[in-house]
């Protein structure tokens, strides 16, 4: 019987987590994870090392290891090439070879190494192990520091790359992440938090918590109903560290959904970053995925 060893990894603007999976015939089997608290706005040399240091600790004693590594755009995947600029993390990575660092930081083939957008592998994990299973046409979306988002059609899933669709006069992102929150929280009560839970734990701003939520998902189903404008799907899969507070936003934007007649199912991850660990794991098993270029 066929054994391949695959070290999946979800890297994240704050953090990073890996999982190892072994290949036995058709199964695949989490052997185990580890999460790392990851600064994205260090410089390139120290976020390297970082990496490069937990990485090794899988490919020691083991240089046949398939590492599948799911990132945010914007990412040439194919080559390894970060491109992210101006979003608030990893700036000194722009045009960084990752493949290349990686492969020489351990030792191991570039052909071992692969990248795939963290949207595209968030919804193939859903599709396939979580909420997503039994739909065929479906948008998923990934809410914290930015915004990630891929589309399901029948048997082709890829990456939507929404984050700069057009919104309220600018673009998705900043109206969906988390700078969204902390730009209103700013403006209008003068304080400077690091992210929604700040925002969530602050006492004084206990009473605005529900008007801001609000807010946010009018923002949401306008985003939505645009999406589903042009590419229906029957339902939205929702990620990402925001959507752990999706109590607090979901039923409003199910009755914005219903008051544009539109027939939506609203679905909350509950695999979490294993819907990404899985769906990266498809880079190495192409006769199971149905992954597609955009």
Not at 211 to 230: H, P, T, W
Not at 249 to 256: S, Y
């Amino acid at each position: 019987m066929s054994q391949k060893k695959i070290l999946a990894g979800d890297i994240g603007g704050s953090h990073f987590t890996l999982a190892l999976f072994e290949e036995k015939g058709t199964e695949l089997n989490l052997l185990q994870t580890e999460r790392h608290v990851l600064d994205s706005k260090l410089p390139k040399e120290e976020i390297l090392q970082q990496w490069v240091l937990s990485l090794k600790k899988y490919t020691k004693g083991n240089p046949g290891l398939c590492i599948s590594l799911a990132m945010p755009a914007p990412f040439d995947y194919e080559k390894g090439v970060c491109w992210i600029k101006e979003q608030g993390k990893f700036n000194s990575l722009f045009g960084c070879d990752l493949k290349t660092e990686f492969s020489q930081g351990l030792g191991i083939p570039r052909s071992q190494i692969k990248f795939i957008n963290d949207a595209e592998a968030f919804l193939f994990g859903e599709a396939h192990f979580g909420k997503g299973f039994g739909f065929t046409n479906l948008l998923g979306i990934t809410l914290g520091s930015g915004l990630g988002s891929a589309i399901k059609q029948g048997d082709i899933l890829f990456d939507a790359d929404l984050w700069q669709s057009p919104l309220k006069g600018g673009i998705a992102e900043d109206y969906l992440g988390t700078g969204w929150f902390l730009k209103l929280v700013k403006n209008k009560f003068g304080l400077e938090l690091k992210g929604v839970k700040d925002l969530l734990d602050h006492e004084t701003l206990q009473p605005e918590i529900p008007v801001i939520f609000d807010i946010y998902a009018k923002n949401l189903s306008e985003f939505i109903l645009s999406v589903y404008a042009k590419v229906p799907f029957e339902a939205v899969i929702i990620g990402g560290n925001i959507s752990l507070s999706s109590a607090l936003f979901v039923p409003k934007l199910l009755e914005h959904l219903r008051d544009a007649t539109a027939d939506i199912v609203i679905e909350i991850s509950q695999l979490g970053e294993l819907s990404t660990i899985y769906g990266a794991t498809s880079l190495f098993f192409e006769a199971r995925s149905e992954r597609a270029s955009n």
